[in-house]
């Protein structure tokens, strides 16, 4: 069968499953391939320091994203609101940088699930930001998330300074998504995309020339697979929002969660202990509420931030 062919009957394939079912699918695909980054950041934190890898990983998405950003010329690049695109990459290279030093410093799954305590930092970010009033059924889901975290960081023989690091850094992802929510009132997402991995690139720079490791060829085949993991996570996620309503997908989210305890298992050999299970489960479940509660009161569709 021809190219040609395979792309007509995938596309007959998709067209026969409902619109919700479609979304499920492509966020599956979408968690497997953030798990899949997340492995390829595990085996480079063996060689690297996490500077290093943050700043090539921007570095490489910047190139990849600036011939879509070039398209309408330098022109389409002009914005008025620099500072917000300068704060947003620095937040969001800190964000980077600190999931990636949990994933290089913990078990697979625990840094994939404190990340999923991104949900309840954006409840505290949006009264304390955007001025939202927040109902007490959220709240309650909040504290019983946060409840989660301790039960898996207590849960530890010795206290993992790498779980604040992924606490901080669900933090830094939280306040990007207030910024994205800020900037995409004017700005295109490739102009967006464009001033985060020129912004991130050049904030990372320094830091990571002070700890450098020259890369070898292996090093950056793989940084440019991980670009591609990323940018392929983040592409299922918008596509599976776009077909999918959000209460019907959103959940398909917490996959990340299975595929990454999986991978780190067979990989890695890394057992999950059952508080770690018990913890995350909780967060998962009160992130999950917040997700679907935000969406039953006719919010927006959940925003999509770079991996």
């Given at each position: 069968m021809t190219a040609?062919?395979?792309?007509?009957?995938w596309?007959g394939?998709?067209?026969?499953i409902?619109a919700?079912?479609?979304g499920a699918l492509w966020m599956?695909?979408?968690?497997?391939c953030?798990?899949?980054?997340?492995?390829g950041?595990?085996?480079l934190?063996?060689e690297m320091d996490?500077?290093?890898i943050a700043?090539?990983r921007a570095?490489?998405g910047?190139?990849v994203i600036l011939?879509f950003?070039l398209r309408?010329g330098i022109?389409?690049?002009?914005?008025?609101?620099l500072?917000?695109?300068l704060?947003?990459?620095?937040?969001?290279?800190l964000?980077?940088l600190?999931?990636?030093?949990?994933?290089?410093?913990?078990?697979?799954a625990?840094?994939?699930?404190l990340?999923?305590?991104?949900?309840?930092?954006?409840?505290l970010?949006?009264?304390?930001l955007?001025?939202?009033?927040i109902r007490w059924r959220?709240?309650?889901?909040?504290?019983?998330?946060f409840?989660g975290?301790l039960i898996?960081?207590q849960?530890?023989?010795q206290?993992?300074?790498a779980?604040?690091v992924?606490l901080?850094?669900?933090?830094m992802?939280?306040?990007?998504s207030?910024f994205?929510?800020?900037?995409?009132?004017?700005?295109?997402?490739?102009?967006?995309?464009?001033?985060?991995g020129?912004i991130?690139?050049?904030?990372?720079?320094f830091?990571?020339?002070l700890v450098?490791?020259?890369?070898?060829?292996e090093?950056l085949?793989l940084?440019a697979?991980?670009?591609?993991f990323g940018s392929?996570?983040n592409f299922?996620?918008?596509?599976?929002?776009s077909?999918?309503e959000?209460?019907?997908?959103?959940p398909?989210?917490?996959t990340?969660l299975?595929?990454?305890g999986?991978l780190g298992?067979i990989?890695f050999?890394?057992?999950?202990?059952?508080?770690m299970v018990i913890?995350?489960g909780?967060?998962?479940?009160?992130s999950?509420?917040?997700?679907r509660?935000e969406?039953?009161?006719?919010?927006?569709?959940p925003?999509v931030t770079?991996s």
């Amino acid at each position: 069968m021809t190219a040609e062919g395979d792309g007509v009957s995938w596309r007959g394939f998709l067209s026969r499953i409902p619109a919700n079912g479609q979304g499920a699918l492509w966020m599956l695909l979408g968690g497997f391939c953030f798990s899949c980054m997340g492995l390829g950041i595990k085996f480079l934190g063996a060689e690297m320091d996490s500077f290093q890898i943050a700043f090539l990983r921007a570095l490489f998405g910047f190139f990849v994203i600036l011939p879509f950003a070039l398209r309408r010329g330098i022109s389409g690049l002009r914005t008025r609101v620099l500072k917000l695109h300068l704060a947003r990459g620095v937040v969001g290279i800190l964000g980077m940088l600190s999931i990636f030093y949990a994933i290089t410093h913990l078990p697979l799954a625990d840094a994939v699930a404190l990340t999923f305590t991104r949900p309840l930092f954006l409840i505290l970010l949006a009264v304390l930001l955007l001025g939202e009033k927040i109902r007490w059924r959220r709240w309650t889901a909040t504290a019983v998330g946060f409840l989660g975290v301790l039960i898996m960081v207590q849960s530890q023989a010795q206290f993992e300074f790498a779980s604040l690091v992924a606490l901080f850094g669900a933090l830094m992802v939280a306040l990007v998504s207030v910024f994205l929510k800020k900037l995409s009132v004017t700005e295109a997402p490739t102009t967006m995309m464009f001033y985060f991995g020129l912004i991130a690139s050049v904030v990372s720079a320094f830091p990571a020339a002070l700890v450098w490791v020259p890369p070898s060829l292996e090093d950056l085949l793989l940084i440019a697979l991980l670009a591609c993991f990323g940018s392929g996570a983040n592409f299922c996620a918008i596509r599976a929002f776009s077909v999918g309503e959000a209460t019907a997908v959103a959940p398909f989210d917490y996959t990340r969660l299975i595929f990454s305890g999986l991978l780190g298992f067979i990989v890695f050999s890394e057992v999950p202990t059952l508080a770690m299970v018990i913890g995350a489960g909780i967060i998962v479940i009160s992130s999950l509420y917040i997700v679907r509660r935000e969406a039953g009161l006719g919010r927006k569709k959940p925003l999509v931030t770079e991996s």
